[in-house]
């Protein structure tokens, strides 16, 4: 089992940049793919990326690309969220979750298929 607890998130201009860390407990973080997700008020929870276990293999959702990256730190036990240009529809609590599994290049990008979830942090980008 594991434990996430995030952070990073605040508030920020339309423009501006964050980065959200999700710290996990115990000596096993190589052995879980990680996802970020988002949760806008009124939607449902949506992907934002994912990382495989040793970082080799990573996805975003495609309205993301090329301003968010997905990162991790196995000896930190943390996997980040670098967010860049952030703008108003950004806004929204984002999630860190993880997925255990023997596969080193797996993720996944439903929020199905994850088993263990940190509480949120919320992200709100002013215009």
């Known amino acids: 089992q594991v434990q996430l607890v995030e952070s990073g998130g605040g508030l920020v201009q339309a423009g501006g940049s964050l980065r959200l860390s999700c710290a996990a407990s115990?000596?096993?973080?190589?052995?879980?793919?990680m996802g970020w997700f988002r949760q806008a008020p009124g939607k449902e929870r949506e992907f934002v990326a994912a990382?495989?276990?040793?970082?080799?293999?990573?996805d975003y959702a495609d309205s993301l690309k090329g301003r968010f990256t997905i990162s991790r730190d196995n000896a930190k036990n943390t996997v980040y969220l670098q967010m860049n240009s952030l703008k108003p529809e950004d806004t929204a609590v984002y999630y860190c979750?993880?997925?255990?599994?023997?596969?080193?290049?797996?993720?996944?990008?439903?929020?199905?298929?994850?088993?263990?979830w940190g509480q949120g942090t919320q992200v709100t980008v002013s215009s």
């Open positions: 990382i495989s276990r040793y970082g080799h293999n990573t």
């Open positions: 979750a993880a997925l255990p599994t023997v596969q080193a290049l797996g993720l996944r990008v439903s929020p199905r298929e994850y088993d263990y």
């Open positions: 115990g000596r096993t973080f190589s052995s879980y793919a």
